[in-house]
């Protein structure tokens, strides 16, 4: 299985249960997330041998229904989508020319299940952010330092047996990150190998107890930001 295919199944994992009711009809979340990928396929466009350039700003318009139901998940949707589209733009080797957003609208002429994605690119500056993504959660990192643990007063707090409750502690300067095993009894590990100290690279995985962190650095712009758009062709999917 491929690594968007596990993201497809994780975003199919998160909203069943407990939303299984808000989804008997309607609009799903996989629908979203393939639209998006169908829209950096269609709309690449190559500049050079090494150069492939794709939207950065997406405006999904939904129907009344389909908008109420999914702004009613909260930013869960958005997050999870967000990395959809990372891992996808990765895999295919695509740039972005800005910070990545996804904004979702209210589009009354569209019937429920419907939807209609505004794909574009907006020239600037990409703000990177660190992240730490686990158990299908994505948490933003500060500048400075973050302690995971089994403590309540660890900044990350994971119910595992197998944790300290100051266990690890991740450090980003603004431009760097780095990992550091605070004493802990079972150890960290960072992509397999236990370590005492390490700088952390995109995509390392570190293990505390039975939790894996995935570390990323992704591009994020504010979602209000019109300025600098190009204009793009529209299509419904």
């Known amino acids: ?3 968007l295919d ?3 199944r994780g975003l199919e994992r998160l909203f069943n249960g407990a939303f299984a009711k808000t989804f008997r009809s309607g609009l799903q979340p996989v629908e979203i997330s393939a639209a998006l990928k169908r829209a950096l396929d269609t709309k690449a466009q190559v500049v050079s041998r090494e150069r492939i350039l794709v939207p950065n700003r997406f405006h999904v318009n939904l129907s009344p229904a389909d908008y109420e139901r999914m702004t009613g998940l909260g930013t869960s949707l958005t ?3 967000l990395r959809v589209v990372e891992q996808h733009a990765a895999s295919q080797h695509y740039q972005f020319a800005g910070g990545l957003s996804i904004k979702l609208l209210e589009d009354d002429s569209l019937a429920e299940g419907q939807l209609d994605i505004d794909a574009r690119s907006v020239q600037g500056q990409v703000a990177w952010t660190p992240v730490l ?6 948490v933003h990192l500060r500048t400075g330092s973050t302690i995971i643990g089994r403590g309540s007063d660890a900044d990350i707090t994971i119910s595992d047996s197998g944790a300290s409750r100051k266990h690890a502690e991740i450090v980003w300067d603004g431009k760097r990150a780095g990992v550091r095993d605070l004493g802990s009894t079972n150890g960290t590990k960072l992509n397999g ?3 005492s100290r390490a700088a952390l690279e995109p995509d390392s995985v570190i293990e505390i107890g039975r939790h894996a962190f ?6 994020q712009a504010p979602p209000s930001d019109e300025t600098g758009y190009l204009p793009t062709q529209r299509g419904r999917v």
Do not use: S, W
Not at 133 to 138: L, N
Not at 214 to 219: A, E, G, I, K, S
């Open 6 to 8: 596990k993201f497809e």
């Open 79 to 81: 997050d999870e989508l």
């Open 1 to 3: 299985m491929g690594i």
């Open 193 to 195: 190998r236990n370590i």
């Open 133 to 138: 993504d686990f158990d299908g959660e994505r």
């Open 214 to 219: 995935t570390f990323r650095v992704v591009p």
